[in-house]
């Protein structure tokens, strides 16, 4: 993910990271033709939540961006996303984009074997909604393996879904 915040810029269009996911070192990307979706990689602008799809849009200076993406490599479905700032983002951007990022963190933070895969929506709604923030209840983290979107789901919120326990591998 790191070429991203190399290549970022506010002329290029989201189709071009497209571009880039496509070839990466061998891996298949896991999204294309996924029920339909027809590009490699997902990139949600502002106020695209996740699942956003590459096109001609020309990104502008103050707009925020999420890269996702999945790759197949070695028999394994490898899921990453992260969010980057394109030029001179607002202040209320920065402080999103720093929100989300310490509520990851608190949440691996937390992960380790024989934790309860529903405590780490409460860490990340409990963070988020100390700052003025909600969760998004429409989608959920997954597992990675050698399925798409596998198990467990993991919910963003506070809930009591009992989905297991963390193990490791």
């Known amino acids: 993910m790191d070429w991203n915040r190399i290549m970022l810029r506010s002329f290029l269009s989201t189709h071009f990271f497209f571009v880039l996911c496509h070839h990466q070192r061998g891996a298949y990307p896991s999204p294309l033709n996924y ?14 939540i ?3 799809i590459p096109d001609d849009r020309k990104l502008k200076d103050g707009d925020i961006i999420n890269i996702d993406i999945t790759c197949y490599l070695d028999g394994f479905h490898g899921d990453c996303s992260e969010m980057f700032a394109v030029g001179d983002v607002d202040d209320a ?11 990851w963190v608190e949440a691996m933070n937390f992960v380790q074997p024989g934790k309860n895969y529903n405590e780490i929506g409460a860490i990340i709604e409990d963070y988020v909604v100390q700052r003025g923030y909600t969760t998004v ?33």
């Not at 029920?35 to 695209?48: A, I, L, M, R, Y």
């Not at 209840?137 to 919120?157: A, D, E, Q, T």
């Open 35 to 48: 029920h339909g979706f027809p590009k490699s990689c997902c990139t949600s602008v502002n106020e695209v």
């Open 50 to 52: 996740c699942h956003g």
């Open 137 to 169: 209840r429409n989608f959920v983290g997954h597992g990675i393996g050698s399925l798409f979107h596998c198990k467990p789901n993991v919910l963003h919120y506070r809930n009591e879904q009992t989905n297991g326990k963390i193990s490791p591998g």
């Open 93 to 103: 951007g920065k402080e999103l984009i720093q929100t989300t990022y310490d509520s």
